[in-house]
C-alpha cells in the first residue's frame, strides 16, 4: 500500500485519473433508482487522499489544474446558459434578491449558532464557508488554520446536505407546471372568414408558431409561406410551434385537418441539417435568408435533446439540426449552404474559448472596493460564469462566432468537472484527518450541518411556496445557491441534462459568490 500511495504522489496524473476512473464506476452504481453521477468522484477523492494521510503519505492534485477545470467549467455552463439566461432574468431578479436573503439568514444562524456552541470567530467563518461548500469565501474570512479546520469538517456535509434537498426536489418533477410544451407541427383547415394573416397570427401568439406549408387548392401541392399571406376559408396549413399553442390557434382558426400536409412531398421536401458552415453560426434565423435565396424555411431547431421553434430570432450554434421545409430541386443547394457536416458537433472555436477564459479571469480577479479601504474579487469562476453567459446570448461579434457547438460544450464541461471534483476532493481529504483529530470537531459539525440545513430548507420553500418554482428548476437553484459544481452534475444526471437544471444554476451561482465572500469577511471579523 506504502509503494502505491507513494507512487501516486510523485505522479498527480496518475493519482487524477485513478480518482476520476474510479469515481465514475462507483457514481454508476445505482441504489433503489438513485446513483451519485459525477459526484462519486469528490467523495472517491476524499477518501483516497485519506487513505494517504492515515499513511503518513501526502496526495494532491496541482492547484493550477484544478483551478483550469472550475474555470472550464464555469465558462461553459455560461456558453450554454447564455441564451435563455437573459431572457429568464428580466422576470427572475426577485429569485435572485432571494436567494441573497437566504444566505445572509444562513451567516446569522452561523453567528448564533456559533456562539451558542462556544466556537470562535475564525472557526464559525471558516464552517460558514464550508457549510456552502465556497473555497473563496475561505479566502475571504482570512484562511486562518482555524478557518480551514472549520470549512473542511463542515464541506463533507455541506455537499451532501445539499444533494439530499435537491434530491427531494426531484422527487416532484413529474408534477412541475414549468414544463416546457413539446414542439408538434399539426395541419390545419382553416374555417375563419375574415382572412387573417399568417405575421397577425404569429404576433398574437408571442412569435412561437412557425408556419412551414399551405395548400390553396384541394389537388394542388403544398408550397411554403410567407409572413404576408393570408388564409381563406378552406386553406390547409401546417403549423409548428409548443402543443398548448397550437392546440390554442387550432380553437381559433377552424380544426385539425385530416390531411397531413408533411406527407405530400410531390413539391416541398424536408430535411434535417446540421449547422457546420462557420459563416452561420451565430446569425438568427432570420438572417439566413432561407425564403430570398432558396424559397425555404427553417421549421424547427433542435439542440442537444431539446427541440425549439425557429423563430425568426432565434440564434444558431454550430451542431445545431435545423430542420428545413425547401423545394425538392433546391434541397442539395440548401444542405451545401447550412454545411450539413459532423465537423459542426465537435469544433470547439478555440479563440472564442481562449479569448473568453482569459476575459472571465482578468474580470474575476479584478479587486473590486468596499467602504472602509478594502477590496475583494468576485473569484474566477463566477468571472468566466458571468463571460461565458454574455459570449453565449451574442452569439457572433462580427466575424467571430462567440458560442460552441452544444455537444462540444458537453464535453468540455463534464471534462471540467470531473478534473475539479478530482482537485477538490483531495483538497478536503488532505484536512480532513486533521480537522477531525481537533476536539472540536463535533461542534463545528454540528454548527456547519446547521448552516447548510438553513440555507437549503430556506431556499427549497422559498422557491416552492412563493415562486411556485418546478422540481427540476428547483434543483438547479439549489446548486447555483450552494456554488457547487457537484450538486449541478448531480441534477443533470437526474434529469438527462435538463436545460432548466443548468438555468437555475446559472440564473442565482453569480450573486450567491458575491454575496457568501462579502458574508465571510464580515464573519471572518467578528
Same mark, same amino acid.
Given at each position: +500500500?506504502?509503494?502505491?500511495?507513494?507512487?501516486?504522489?510523485?505522479?498527480?496524473?496518475?493519482?487524477?485519473?485513478?480518482?476520476?476512473?474510479?469515481?465514475?464506476?462507483?457514481?454508476r452504481l445505482?441504489f433503489?433508482?438513485?446513483?451519485?453521477?459525477a $459526484?462519486?468522484?469528490?467523495?472517491t477523492?476524499?477518501?483516497?487522499?485519506?487513505?494517504g494521510?492515515?499513511?503518513?503519505?501526502?496526495l494532491?492534485?496541482?492547484e493550477?489544474?484544478?483551478?483550469?477545470?472550475l474555470?472550464?467549467f464555469?465558462f461553459?455552463t455560461?456558453?450554454?446558459?447564455g441564451?435563455n439566461?437573459?431572457?429568464?432574468?428580466r422576470t427572475?431578479?426577485p429569485v435572485?434578491?432571494?436567494?441573497?436573503? !437566504?444566505?445572509?439568514?444562513?451567516?446569522g444562524?452561523?453567528?448564533?449558532?456559533?456562539r451558542?456552541l462556544?466556537l470562535?470567530?475564525?472557526?464559525?467563518?471558516?464552517?460558514f464557508?464550508?457549510?456552502?461548500?465556497?473555497?473563496?469565501?475561505?479566502?475571504?474570512?482570512?484562511?486562518?488554520p482555524?478557518?480551514?479546520v472549520?470549512?473542511?469538517?463542515?464541506?463533507?456535509?455541506?455537499? !451532501?446536505? +445539499?444533494?439530499?434537498a435537491?434530491?427531494l426536489?426531484?422527487?416532484?418533477?413529474?408534477?412541475?407546471?414549468?414544463?416546457?410544451?413539446?414542439?408538434?407541427?399539426?395541419?390545419?383547415?382553416?374555417?375563419?372568414?375574415?382572412?387573417?394573416?399568417?405575421a397577425g397570427?404569429r404576433?398574437?401568439?408571442?412569435?412561437? #408558431?412557425?408556419?412551414?406549408?399551405? @395548400?390553396?387548392?384541394?389537388?394542388?401541392?403544398?408550397?411554403?409561406v410567407?409572413?404576408g399571406?393570408?388564409?381563406?376559408?378552406?386553406?390547409?396549413?401546417?403549423v409548428?410551434g409548443?402543443?398548448?399553442?397550437?392546440?390554442?390557434?387550432?380553437?381559433?382558426?377552424?380544426?385539425?385537418?385530416?390531411?397531413?400536409?408533411?406527407?405530400?412531398?410531390?413539391?416541398l421536401?424536408? @430535411?434535417?441539417?446540421?449547422v457546420?458552415?462557420?459563416?452561420?453560426?451565430g446569425?438568427?434565423?432570420?438572417?439566413?435568408?432561407l425564403?430570398?435565396?432558396?424559397?425555404?424555411?427553417?421549421?424547427?431547431?433542435r439542440?442537444?435533446?431539446v427541440?425549439?421553434?425557429a423563430?425568426?430570432?432565434?440564434?444558431?450554434?454550430?451542431?445545431?439540426r435545423?430542420?428545413?421545409?425547401?423545394?425538392?430541386?433546391r434541397?442539395?443547394?440548401?444542405?451545401?449552404?447550412f454545411?450539413?457536416?459532423a465537423?459542426g458537433?465537435?469544433?470547439?472555436?478555440p479563440?472564442?474559448l481562449?479569448?473568453?477564459?482569459?476575459?472571465?479571469l482578468l474580470?474575476?480577479?479584478?479587486?473590486?472596493p468596499?467602504?472602509g479601504?478594502?477590496?475583494?474579487?468576485?473569484?474566477?469562476?463566477?468571472?468566466?460564469l458571468i463571460?461565458g453567459?454574455?459570449?453565449?446570448r451574442?452569439?457572433?461579434?462580427?466575424?467571430?462566432?462567440?458560442?460552441?457547438p452544444?455537444?462540444a460544450s +458537453?464535453?468540455?464541461?463534464?471534462?471540467?468537472?470531473?478534473?475539479?471534483?478530482?482537485?477538490?476532493?483531495t483538497?478536503?481529504?488532505?484536512l480532513?484527518?486533521?480537522?477531525?483529530?481537533s476536539?472540536?470537531?463535533?461542534?463545528?459539525?454540528?454548527l456547519?450541518?446547521?448552516?447548510? #440545513?438553513?440555507?437549503?430548507?430556506?431556499?427549497? $420553500?422559498?422557491?416552492?411556496r412563493?415562486?411556485?418554482?418546478?422540481?427540476?428548476?428547483l434543483?438547479?437553484?439549489?446548486?447555483?445557491?450552494?456554488t457547487?459544481p457537484?450538486?449541478l452534475?448531480?441534477a443533470?444526471?437526474?434529469?438527462?441534462?435538463?436545460? @432548466?437544471?443548468a438555468?437555475?444554476?446559472?440564473? $442565482?451561482?453569480?450573486t450567491?459568490m !458575491?454575496?457568501?465572500?462579502?458574508?465571510?469577511?464580515?464573519?471572518?471579523?467578528l
Amino acid at each position: +500500500m506504502q509503494t502505491i500511495l507513494g507512487a501516486l504522489a510523485d505522479q498527480p496524473l496518475l493519482l487524477l485519473f485513478l480518482v476520476i476512473g474510479v469515481g465514475a464506476v462507483i457514481g454508476r452504481l445505482s441504489f433503489r433508482g438513485v446513483s451519485l453521477g459525477a $459526484v462519486a468522484v469528490l467523495f472517491t477523492a476524499i477518501a483516497v487522499t485519506a487513505l494517504g494521510v492515515h499513511h503518513g503519505v501526502t496526495l494532491a492534485i496541482p492547484e493550477t489544474l484544478g483551478f483550469f477545470g472550475l474555470v472550464l467549467f464555469a465558462f461553459v455552463t455560461g456558453i450554454t446558459s447564455g441564451p435563455n439566461f437573459f431572457h429568464a432574468l428580466r422576470t427572475a431578479y426577485p429569485v435572485m434578491l432571494a436567494v441573497a436573503v !437566504v444566505l445572509v439568514l444562513g451567516a446569522g444562524t452561523a453567528v448564533g449558532l456559533g456562539r451558542a456552541l462556544g466556537l470562535e470567530g475564525q472557526v464559525v467563518a471558516g464552517a460558514f464557508a464550508g457549510a456552502l461548500t465556497n473555497t473563496p469565501a475561505l479566502a475571504a474570512a482570512g484562511g486562518t488554520p482555524e478557518a480551514t479546520v472549520g470549512y473542511a469538517v463542515a464541506y463533507v456535509f455541506g455537499v !451532501v446536505g +445539499m444533494l439530499a434537498a435537491v434530491a427531494l426536489a426531484l422527487r416532484h418533477r413529474g408534477t412541475d407546471r414549468d414544463t416546457p410544451s413539446p414542439v408538434v407541427d399539426v395541419s390545419l383547415r382553416v374555417e375563419r372568414t375574415d382572412g387573417p394573416t399568417v405575421a397577425g397570427l404569429r404576433e398574437r401568439h408571442g412569435g412561437q #408558431l412557425h408556419f412551414s406549408r399551405i @395548400r390553396r387548392d384541394e389537388s394542388g401541392p403544398a408550397e411554403p409561406v410567407a409572413p404576408g399571406d393570408v388564409l381563406r376559408v378552406g386553406d390547409v396549413v401546417t403549423v409548428v410551434g409548443p402543443a398548448s399553442v397550437v392546440s390554442e390557434l387550432t380553437t381559433e382558426l377552424g380544426h385539425v385537418s385530416s390531411h397531413d400536409l408533411t406527407a405530400d412531398r410531390r413539391f416541398l421536401d424536408f @430535411r434535417r441539417m446540421t449547422v457546420s458552415a462557420p459563416r452561420l453560426a451565430g446569425r438568427t434565423v432570420a438572417e439566413l435568408g432561407l425564403e430570398a435565396r432558396f424559397h425555404a424555411t427553417a421549421a424547427r431547431v433542435r439542440r442537444g435533446d431539446v427541440d425549439m421553434v425557429a423563430t425568426p430570432d432565434l440564434v444558431l450554434q454550430l451542431g445545431d439540426r435545423v430542420r428545413v421545409v425547401a423545394p425538392r430541386a433546391r434541397m442539395s443547394e440548401v444542405t451545401a449552404y447550412f454545411g450539413d457536416s459532423a465537423r459542426g458537433l465537435a469544433d470547439i472555436n478555440p479563440a472564442a474559448l481562449g479569448l473568453g477564459l482569459l476575459l472571465g479571469l482578468l474580470i474575476g480577479e479584478t479587486p473590486i472596493p468596499l467602504p472602509g479601504g478594502s477590496t475583494f474579487a468576485i473569484g474566477a469562476a463566477a468571472g468566466t460564469l458571468i463571460v461565458g453567459l454574455v459570449m453565449g446570448r451574442v452569439g457572433r461579434i462580427g466575424p467571430v462566432v462567440t458560442a460552441l457547438p452544444y455537444t462540444a460544450s +458537453m464535453v468540455l464541461s463534464e471534462l471540467g468537472l470531473l478534473v475539479f471534483l478530482a482537485y477538490a476532493g483531495t483538497k478536503a481529504g488532505s484536512l480532513i484527518l486533521t480537522a477531525f483529530a481537533s476536539g472540536e470537531w463535533v461542534r463545528i459539525l454540528l454548527l456547519g450541518a446547521g448552516i447548510t #440545513l438553513v440555507v437549503a430548507a430556506a431556499t427549497y $420553500v422559498v422557491m416552492r411556496r412563493v415562486f411556485s418554482m418546478g422540481g427540476t428548476r428547483l434543483s438547479g437553484v439549489l446548486g447555483g445557491a450552494q456554488t457547487q459544481p457537484a450538486i449541478l452534475a448531480f441534477a443533470n444526471g437526474r434529469t438527462g441534462h435538463d436545460p @432548466r437544471v443548468a438555468l437555475g444554476y446559472a440564473l $442565482v451561482y453569480p450573486t450567491a459568490m !458575491v454575496v457568501k465572500i462579502l458574508l465571510a469577511q464580515v464573519l471572518g471579523g467578528l
